[in-house]
Every structure is written in C-alpha cells, then in structure tokens.
C-alpha cells in the first residue's frame, strides 16, 4: 500500500499523520508534495518503522526534506528516493546514439545519456544501477568517466556524466588490428 505526505508536517499535524500510518501501514511513501518535516512528524514515521517488519520506502524526496532525513539517521531507518531533478536536452548536441540510449553534449564538460523508454515505462533500476557501476568503476582508479547524477530529461530517465574528449568505444574497438 502506498501513502501520500504533503506540505508541512509540524507538531500541530503529526499526529493525525501518525494515526493514518498506522492504521495503513503503508510499505511505499510518496513524499513529492512534502515540503517540511518536523521532529514530531519524524517520530511518526519512526514509529511506523517499528510497526513494520520489512523496510519502508520513501520515495521522490525533494533534496531540502532529503537532508532532514539524512541529518537525523532515517536514511539509515527507511529506503529513501531522492526526488529526480529534471532537466531538457532540447537544443543540446547530439553526440553518439547506441542500443537504447542517445548521448548529448548538455555543456562544455558534460553529456547527458537519455535513455529510449519514456519515463513512465522506463526501468529506473537499470538506469541507477549503470550510474553506481560508473562511480565503482572511477573509485576503483581505472580511466573512466564520473558519472555525476539520475535525473530525468524530457520524460526519460537519463544520466549525466563528465564530457571526455576522445573517440567512441565502438571506433576504438573496430581499430584493433
């Protein structure tokens, strides 16, 4: 079941809020509508927690009410989605275009891979996952590109990266003796 928080949750509201969780129990919390989170409205979700055995998803958190969560240890409680900042590759150069993505030249040092499938239908997992693969791959000291963020550019999951000057991995594998 999937619950919806909205607007600001002070002390005056936190326990109606509290009320409704635990009665629902929800497993997913759609926080995009929420906009503050007090001490009072976080113990409401901790209690929550206590009433649930497996781990509660927060999902399209904005960064401000991210960063309360972060700074209190619920990241460490609940499953928390950062909302995605979206962005627009309209007027960006088209660079390279492979299997199920195009990458665009977003600035002078970064492109911007939007993946083919529309947001709705897209698989989010699958675009994180190559994200983190990419952050493993730099940490480990092998050359490679950053990845800097998911977002979502015109209606489709995307990935931004740092722009590198060179040619492509297909050109350089089809130059091998």
Known sequence: MEYRLSGRITSNDAQKTEEELLELLPDVIDAAQLSYISSAGLRALLKL????????VIKNVRPD???IFESTGFTEIFSIEKQLREVSAKGCKLIGKGYCASVYRLDGERVIKVYDAPRH?????AVQREYEISKKVFLSGLPSIIGFEVVVCD?????IYELVDGDTMGNTIY???
């Open 175 to 177: 130059a091998f003796p």
């Open 65 to 67: 009410v991210y960063d």
């Open 49 to 56: 927690s206590q009433n649930k055995t497996d781990r509660v």
């Open 121 to 125: 239908s897209g698989d989010l997992s």
């Open 155 to 159: 209606g489709y999951y995307a990935g």
